[in-house]
């Protein structure tokens, strides 16, 4: 059973900054893809960003896209949100995901637990 453990939420000001952390238990993350998906209260789990095993390619919510950056580590089995010029609406849930397979960049088969972002203005 894999295992993705959520750190690096927090409260910050609209302009700040926070990096997500997500650890990987599985010993062939490099195998893996990743994404990050957010929850807002009364909404639908929606996308943010996602990145390919190898971590050539990644992909982008539009309401994202320029302020927010995802990379991975392989020494440290850990993807990472970088979040910059935060807004109020980026408050949500976010959630870490995983695939070992070939796949969409929107569906996932593991999920953390999720870490809470709230910025305020």
């Known amino acids: 059973q894999v295992q993705l453990v959520e750190s690096g939420g927090g409260l910050v000001q609209a302009g700040g900054s926070l990096r997500l952390s997500c650890a990987v238990s599985?010993?062939?993350?490099?195998?893996?893809?990743m994404g990050w998906f957010r929850q807002a209260p009364g909404k639908e789990r929606e996308f943010v960003a996602a990145?390919?095993?190898?971590?050539?390619?990644?992909y982008y919510a539009a309401s994202v896209k320029g302020r927010f950056a995802i990379s991975r580590d392989s020494t440290k089995n850990t993807v990472y949100l970088q979040m910059n010029s935060l807004k109020p609406e980026d408050t949500a849930v976010y959630y870490c995901?995983?695939?070992?397979?070939?796949?969409?960049?929107?569906?996932?088969?593991?999920w953390g637990q999720g870490t809470q972002v709230a910025v305020s203005s």
């Open positions: 995901a995983a695939r070992g397979g070939m796949g969409s960049y929107l569906e996932y088969d593991y």
């Open positions: 990145i390919s095993s190898s971590g050539g390619t990644t």
């Open positions: 599985e010993h062939t993350f490099r195998s893996w893809a």
